[in-house]
């Protein structure tokens, strides 16, 4: 990886609208290739989807039949976090939660455990790196499991970071990479200015710009003069509880049905995460506290003692074929949105991507399945820059 990046002034100037994991990650990446970068984000940055986010990183686990374009590139960001949280815990002098035990994906009853044996199969046959744990290997593991689970996939190589660790140590890598971040900046508006970009602020301000980087999640589809993303919104609603950090019920991300708990190095339990269709409402509700709630206790009777500290809300990015929309899409524009449920994940080869992308260098992993060209409505350049 290269070492932090310093811009000259005559550096070609590359604007970043979304203050989100995408956005944040692209503009370290780009400032540390030398680019001047500035990141305009209409609230504070990370405080979207990202930090929302349960933080696995799951490139095993997600993989689902229809999906499989996405394993390479899952696997290969998967393969880039060690080294991205060393860098980021060193330049923020504190970590970002990244854990390694792994993740298990349990089964409770007999229609589970057919179901997940299923699993295992698909899994294997795409040549992925999975186990089967009996329940009573299980238990070793984890003593806390219901006495129900009756045995899991357990994949040693899905591991986790804390979204909320990583904004903040972002922030800093951004920082003393020379990046401007402009918060509570609303971009209005794009138009072609001569060989590159006028940006139109919320406000009424004007800025320039060589190249653009629509980074703004579930609100990519709606920025006027850009040539639309196919990308809506899915709700998620989750739980924080707090387990005693010194005996936690939980070491392991486990998975049971409908439902995921990650356990932090502070003892915070993250129980997550409804998917719905509810437009850009954020607003929680009972029924998501009461199914994730019931769904959890299946597999973990002991939570109902946790005091609950929080329920989170965010909106995911996704696009129509719930794939990644990232690449040029030409005269300077480049997307990097439709992360849907592994935007944490996938944001260090979105990042490296982006890189290629706006540098016109090859890009690092076959990402035509990505592009944001692949729609039938292709996205066309809207006016010629
Ligand atoms: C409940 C839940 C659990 C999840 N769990 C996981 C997980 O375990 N692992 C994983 O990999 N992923 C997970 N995800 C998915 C992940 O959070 C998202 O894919 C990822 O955060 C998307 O990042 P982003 O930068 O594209 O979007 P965001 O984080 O939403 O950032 C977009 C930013 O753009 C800004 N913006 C929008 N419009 C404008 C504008 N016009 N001008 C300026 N700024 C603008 C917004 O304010 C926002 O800050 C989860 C998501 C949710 C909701």
């Given at each position: 990886m290269a070492a932090s990046g310093t811009h000259s002034a005559s550096a070609p100037h590359v604007a970043v609208i979304g203050g989100g994991i995408c956005g944040l990650a692209s503009a370290w990446r780009l400032a540390e290739a030398g680019l001047r970068v500035t990141v305009f984000e209409r609230e504070r940055a990370g405080r979207g989807a990202t930090w929302a986010a349960g933080g696995m990183l799951a490139a095993t686990l997600e993989a689902e039949p229809g999906e499989e374009a996405m394993i390479g590139l899952a696997r290969w960001s998967q393969s880039l976090w060690p080294e991205w949280a060393a860098r980021l815990g060193r330049i923020a002098g504190c970590g970002v939660g990244y854990r390694d035990e792994g993740t298990v994906h349990l089964a409770v009853g007999r229609d589970e455990l057919t179901a997940l044996h299923h699993r295992l199969r698909y899994l294997k046959r795409l040549g992925l790196p999975v186990e089967w744990h009996d329940a009573a290997e299980l238990r070793v593991r984890e003593p806390a499991l219901s006495p129900d689970v009756l045995g899991a996939i357990a994949s040693p190589g899905d591991h986790q970071v804390d979204p909320r660790a990583v904004v903040?140590?972002?922030?800093?890598?951004?920082?003393?990479?020379?990046?401007?971040?402009?918060?509570?900046?609303?971009?209005?508006?794009?138009?072609?200015?001569?060989?590159?970009?006028?940006?139109?602020?919320?406000?009424?301000?004007?800025?320039?710009?060589?190249?653009?980087?629509?980074a703004a999640g579930a609100h990519a589809g709606g920025l006027a003069g850009w040539?639309?993303?196919?990308?809506?919104?899915?709700?998620?609603?989750?739980?924080?509880?707090?387990?005693?950090?010194?005996?936690?019920?939980?070491?392991?991300?486990?998975?049971?049905?409908?439902i995921y708990l990650v356990p932090r190095a502070d003892g915070r339990?993250?129980?997550?995460?409804?998917?719905?269709?509810?437009?850009?409402?954020?607003?929680?509700?009972?029924?998501?506290?009461?199914?994730?709630?019931?769904?959890?206790?299946?597999?973990?009777?002991?939570?109902?003692?946790?005091?609950?500290?929080?329920?989170?809300?965010?909106?995911?990015?996704?696009?129509?074929?719930?794939?990644?929309?990232?690449?040029?899409?030409?005269?300077?524009?480049?997307?990097?949105?439709?992360?849907h449920r592994n935007g944490i994940l996938l944001a260090p080869a979105t990042a490296e991507l982006v890189v290629a992308g706006v540098l016109g260098r090859p890009e690092p992993v076959d990402a035509a399945p990505f592009r944001p060209g692949r729609f039938p409505h292709k996205i066309e350049v809207p006016l010629s820059a």
């Open positions: 903040p140590a972002l922030l800093a890598a951004l920082a003393e990479a020379g990046v401007a971040l402009r918060e509570e900046t609303v971009v209005a508006g794009i138009e072609p200015a001569g060989d590159g970009w006028a940006i139109r602020l919320g406000d009424g301000g004007r800025e320039r710009a060589d190249h653009l980087v629509l040539p639309a993303p196919p990308v809506r919104p899915a709700k998620g609603q989750a739980l924080v509880l707090q387990m005693d950090p010194a005996a936690p019920l939980l070491r392991h991300v486990v998975w049971g049905s409908g339990l993250y129980v997550g995460a409804t998917v719905e269709d509810r437009g850009f409402d954020r607003q929680p509700t009972a029924g998501a506290v009461l199914s994730l709630l019931e769904a959890a206790w299946r597999i973990l009777p002991g939570l109902e003692e946790l005091p609950l500290l929080e329920l989170v809300t965010g909106l995911r990015p996704r696009s129509r074929d719930d794939l990644p929309v990232i690449g040029p899409v030409g005269g300077g524009l480049h997307v990097a949105t439709g992360h």
